[in-house]
């Protein structure tokens, strides 16, 4: 079995595929520095690495902010204790609070409930062996919980169930886009030395919404990224939404 982490991003580099029309055709092999490999028909052979985007530039919380986290916290983690008290599904799911909806102490159970049954009711589409996905965006009881991200696969062998945006909310999208390719080009030596014929990097964001309302496509249109990867993408996994930067 995969460790934990590599179980995700099989996951992730999977649902990445299902929504770029553009990905070649070949088959995913899990690796080392890149994450994975794939061999494509023309014998050529692309390497795949992944990273998150850490908002470096994210405002700490405070004193009521940090309490709806830890509210928050409780909803999921309550929430995921009734799912798995009756599915033996393993999934990834990715809840989006409202930032103008605080949820009240009283209201933890009932949010959690609500949002159980609607998770319930997406996962009755997932078949068996194969990828799953749905951003649930409707028909959520209630003003709390803006939207749900659920994700399945059968690499996931555990259960993971997160806030979305859990390291926080940048304030400056670009710089810390500049920071995730500028760790991930130091290593690219590294990752030639499996002398693969093109790389690229994917790097996934649970939900792309910085303080000052950027306008993404605006910043990405605009910005030279300069880089040794043939390709970068940034993959906003909750709309789902795929920006290319190069």
Known sequence: MQPEKKQLEILLVNYFRECFTDFPQGRISPSESPDFIIKLKSRNNLGIELTRLNPVNAKAPDQSGTEQIELREKII?????????????KLFVKFVFSENSPVSPEKELVTAVKAVNRIRQAVKNIKPGSLFFETVSDAI??????????????????????????????????????????????????????????????????????????????????????????????????????????
């Open 77 to 89: 983690s309550t929430a995921k204790d009734l799912f798995e008290n009756s599915s033996p599904l």
């Open 141 to 246: 009881p209630g003003n709390e919980l803006e939207k749900i991200l659920i994700v399945s696969h059968p690499s996931l062998k555990f259960s993971a169930w997160e806030r979305s945006n859990n390291l926080g909310i940048s304030e400056n999208i670009t710089a810390d886009i500049l920071t995730s390719i500028q760790k991930k080009e130091e290593k690219l030596r590294l990752y030639q030395r499996q002398r693969l014929n093109y790389y690229w990097l994917i790097i996934t964001s649970d939900q792309v919404r910085g303080l000052n309302n950027y306008n993404l496509a605006d910043i990405t249109g605009s910005y030279n990224f300069n880089s040794h990867f043939q390709h970068i993408f940034l993959f906003d996994i909750v709309k789902p939404k795929i920006y290319q930067l190069v």
